[in-house]
């Protein structure tokens, strides 16, 4: 398979250096939900290529089947071990997943204009796959977000157990509340269903196949190099965690 040089080159070292992927993975069904996505990419990547030696089934699953086949039109899809469904067609599949990674959302400026569509990937379907991970006894990890801390302009290190501040009388809300719950939703069926639920907490994540129109500080600075045009810092007090694609 004919990849990008980065791209090769990072796959191969988390292969190499996180020592349990090899075993994690191996024999086991994967349903990768949200396949599109920019995080979800390494994985099917990495899963992709990998595959006859961990010898797994993968599964990528989202909204759209073709614009998933269109963004790995360089994969070899076709594969007898790699499967593409729509999340209206997980009712049937046979098959029983050992792990369901859940990363559907619309993190980008985007959920303005399609605020039902967030709700929808973070709450109905976070609540529908964790029914799915208690029938086949699933590893469910869902990846949620940063936002959920709220507005966290105080440059100190967060903990886990902070609370929130987010002002829910606003649209833009609807993506962090959303997170928020999804978590909530994540720990009752953990608690009362003993569905083994994982929950990653994103922070400002960038690397290969990100969106350059996704408003962020590093899409927004690749663009405006690729157009010759100045990037102006507006303030230089804030301090964020950066997450590169592969970390």
Not at 99 to 108: D, E, K, L, W
Request: net charge positive; aromatic share 12%; glycine share 2%.
């Amino acid at each position: 398979m004919k990849l990008n040089r980065i791209i090769r080159e990072d796959i191969d070292k988390v292969y190499r250096d996180i020592k349990f992927f090899k075993t994690i993975f191996k024999n086991k069904n994967i349903l990768l939900v949200g396949a599109s996505s920019f995080i979800l990419s390494y994985l099917i990547i990495l899963l992709v290529d990998k595959k006859n030696l961990l010898n797994c089934n993968i599964f990528l699953c989202g909204r759209n089947k073709n614009k998933i086949i269109k963004k790995f039109n360089f994969l070899n899809l076709k594969s007898k071990n790699i499967f593409v469904v729509s999340f209206n067609e997980l009712h049937k599949i046979k098959y029983k997943f050992n792990f369901i990674i859940h990363a559907a959302s619309n993190p980008n400026s985007n959920f303005l204009n399609n605020p039902i569509e967030v709700y929808e990937a973070n709450i109905l379907w976070t609540h529908e796959l964790l029914k799915l991970a208690k029938r086949d006894k699933s590893t469910f990890i869902f990846f949620s977000s940063s936002e959920v801390y709220g507005n966290f302009n105080t440059n100190r290190i967060l903990k886990t157990t902070d609370v929130t501040n987010s002002n829910s009388n606003v649209v833009q809300s609807i993506y962090p509340d959303s997170k928020r719950l999804a978590e909530t939703i994540c720990l009752g069926w953990s608690k009362k269903n003993k569905v083994k639920t994982i929950i990653i907490r994103l922070f400002h994540t960038y690397g290969p196949f990100i969106n350059i129109e996704d408003g962020r500080i590093f899409s927004d600075i690749i663009k405006n190099l690729l157009n010759n045009k100045p990037f102006v810092l507006q303030n230089l007090t804030n301090k964020r965690c950066f997450c590169y694609a592969t970390d």
